[in-house]
């Protein structure tokens, strides 16, 4: 059985700094694209970033690109997400996810194109 799960989340200050982790079991994504969503309450879940499983080329949601770094370590079967100078409007629950597609060549923001999910990590950032 497949399972990705976060960790890592917690409550931090403004400014302040998290790294998120996702461990994935049950099968290798290895030749899969990682990515990084986020849910506020009320909102829809959003792409947060994503990572290829080819070349590791990464592309980051324009508000949080220059603050947010995905990584990831194949050997592990994990994906990262450091997060640097939090904002309050980045409170949100964090879900890892992995592109529905296997080596699926380009980049994939929608959730509908992601077939593998964590069960999140609330993450909260106080002013």
């Known amino acids: 059985q497949v399972h990705l799960v976060e960790s890592g989340g917690g409550l931090v200050q403004a400014g302040g700094s998290l790294r998120l982790s996702c461990a994935a079991s049950?099968?290798?994504?290895?030749?899969?694209?990682m990515g990084w969503f986020r849910q506020a309450p009320g909102k829809e879940r959003e792409f947060v970033a994503i990572?290829?499983?080819?070349?590791?080329?990464?592309y980051y949601l324009d508000s949080v690109r220059g603050r947010f770094t995905i990584s990831r370590d194949t050997a592990k079967n994990t994906v990262y997400l450091q997060m640097n100078s939090l904002k309050p409007e980045d409170t949100a629950v964090y879900y890892c996810?992995?592109?529905?597609?296997?080596?699926?060549?380009?980049?994939?923001?929608?959730?509908?194109?992601?077939?593998?999910w964590g069960q999140g990590t609330q993450v909260t950032v106080s002013s």
């Open positions: 049950g099968r290798t994504f290895s030749t899969n694209n």
């Open positions: 990572i290829t499983w080819a070349g590791g080329n990464t």
């Open positions: 996810a992995a592109d529905l597609v296997t080596m699926r060549i380009g980049i994939v923001t929608k959730v509908n194109e992601y077939g593998y």
